[in-house]
């Protein structure tokens, strides 16, 4: 009887201190990507069109959609902004007195946020803002850490 004792002692004592199993993450598989311009001028539906071009137009909606099949409620989003660098920023003496043309760095915005999945897909929207110069543009999406679309399009 005493052996029995011990070997459940030690069989809960084993137990008790094993290190609960790691959480399971639900996979999330891109099924497309599309990046183009949003269309609000019916207020009952969203257009989206696919297109590399946004007109310059400030209050211009543009973004993507991307589909998705997954069993998780909400998805844990990053997009990383690109900006094109102007020719120069302005202008500055430097030791002699000479005047230098400074370039202005790329400016890099970085979004992140939960998104729900609608139909299967998920949605990222900007708008042309004020004074925002034309030209190149690039968006990197990350959906649950991995790069999900990576879209090169340009303002114009």
Do not use: C
Request: glycine share 8%; net charge negative; charged share 20%.
């Amino acid at each position: 009887m005493r052996n029995l004792l011990i070997l459940v002692f030690v069989f809960v004592a084993g137990i008790s201190s094993a290190a609960p199993p790691p959480p399971v993450r639900a996979s999330v598989e891109i099924v497309s990507a599309e990046f183009g311009t949003f269309d609000a001028s019916n207020p009952q539906e969203m257009v989206f069109e696919p297109t590399l071009v946004v007109p310059h137009r400030q209050g211009q909606r543009y973004g993507w959609v991307i589909e998705v099949r997954t069993t998780q409620r909400a998805l844990s989003i990053a997009e990383e902004y690109l900006l094109p660098s102007p020719a120069t920023a302005g202008k500055a003496p430097d030791s002699s007195g000479a005047t230098l043309d400074l370039p202005q760095q790329r400016r890099n915005q970085v979004s992140q946020r939960q998104l729900v999945p609608v139909d299967g897909k998920i949605y990222g929207e900007w708008a042309v803002g004020p004074g925002e110069p034309a030209g190149h543009r690039h968006l990197q999406v990350l959906v649950e850490g991995q790069v999900a679309a990576s879209f090169e399009f340009d303002v114009k």
